[in-house]
């Protein structure tokens, strides 16, 4: 289950510059290795400042609602029929000042590559001992950010997982940039692929907003307040 919420991490921070690119509305498809075989193709649909992540793994279905103006995540539980509403804001501010606080290095090699028909300029960028390389491609808005190559991405500790995965320093030098990385490719110090990114579909095109909203006649779920719990117990 961390697994997946931290993958839900990374693609939130992916598809971010989607989202703040005004022009652009419709589905992408993504699709991630992860290392060790795991796989992952991830769904998503933009309209306006809200993205929904669709995504089926390890036999459960789940589905994420972002809201980047409201700085709220709402995620749905299909199989409950539920949904639960949380805030972001403080988690996705201190992600940005811990990539901020990374310098690494960033070189644009001159090579290009046409990926969906959009071309892309080829960056390296070296952070302690991983080298990525990330084809970069303009017309699809400012990048947001992404997360490291291990999957876990700057905001892969706000959703619970064992170790909070640290943030990759290049994210702050891109972010607010124009340019979309369409290929994201990483490598360890033994040239070992541990993580790749790759966009396999874009489609523009006018979504309903009801698809950003919570499916009518599905519960709310509360999360437990501990206090209250805690004066149950002393009855």
């Not at 669709?54 to 409201?70: P, S």
């Not at 905001?155 to 891109?174: L, T």
Request: glycine fraction near 12%; include cysteine.
């Amino acid at each position: 289950m961390n697994h997946l919420l931290r993958l839900f991490a990374v693609v939130t921070l992916l598809t971010a510059s989607l989202v703040h690119a005004a022009s652009f509305e419709g589905k992408v498809t993504l699709a991630m290795e992860m290392g060790k075989g795991q796989k992952q193709v991830l769904d998503y649909s933009i309209k306006g400042s809200a993205m929904r992540i669709d995504m089926t793994a390890e036999d459960q279905t789940f589905a994420t609602i972002m809201d980047l103006e409201k700085m709220e995540m709402l995620m749905l539980m299909p199989e409950q029929q539920m949904y639960m509403i949380m805030p972001i804001k403080d988690k996705v501010e201190a992600a940005v000042d811990e990539a901020l606080a990374k310098d690494p290095s960033i070189e644009k090699t001159g090579r290009t590559d046409t990926i969906l028909g959009y071309k892309c300029d080829e960056y390296v960028t070296k952070d302690r001992n991983v080298t990525t390389e990330i084809w970069v491609a303009e017309g699809l808005g400012s990048f947001m950010g992404l997360g490291n190559s291990g999957g876990g991405g700057a905001m892969g500790g706000m959703f619970g997982g064992k170790k909070k995965a640290a943030a990759a320093g290049w994210e702050a030098k891109f972010k607010g940039k124009p340019g979309f990385p369409l290929r994201v490719i990483s490598r360890d110090a033994k040239s070992r692929e541990t993580f790749k990114m790759e966009a396999t579909k874009i489609e523009p095109g006018t979504l309903p907003a009801s698809l950003f909203q919570a499916p009518a006649g599905w519960q709310k779920f509360q999360m437990p307040n501990m206090g209250d719990m805690l004066k149950g117990l002393g009855q």
